[in-house]
Nanobody, 124 residues
């Protein structure tokens, strides 16, 4: 079992920045990597970014590439999502998730464990 807890969400003006954190506990050695997803009201959950634990290989959706940066601190079992140049369309609940297998997936179905989510609201 892997437990995931997100933090760092909030309200920010367009153009601003936020950093989300995802603290993992439990059998963290069993996960291959971590992903960030987001879900806006009435929309499907969508892939944002992902990172492998071992080599820190990163993946991004086209919607956030160049604006968001995913990183990890293996010693703290924590993954971060630094979000910059935020826009109103980035408003959503953000979730971190653990993928147990290689390669890291971009579909929610690839991820086994999920956090409870943290809300990000970007005002115009």
């Amino acid at each position: 079992q892997v437990q995931l807890v997100e933090s760092g969400g909030g309200l920010v003006q367009a153009g601003g920045s936020l950093r989300l954190s995802c603290a993992a506990s439990g059998s963290t050695f069993s996960s291959y990597g971590m992903g960030w997803f987001r879900q806006a009201p009435g929309k499907e959950r969508e892939f944002v970014a992902a990172i492998t634990w071992s080599f820190g290989v990163t993946y991004y959706s086209n919607a956030v590439k160049g604006r968001f940066t995913v990183s990890r601190d293996s010693a703290k079992n924590t993954v971060y999502l630094q979000m910059s140049s935020l826009q109103p369309e980035d408003t959503a609940a953000y979730y971190c998730a653990a993928d147990l297998q290689s390669p890291l997936g971009r579909s929610p179905s690839s991820y086994v464990y999920w956090g409870q989510g943290t809300q990000v609201t970007v005002s115009s």
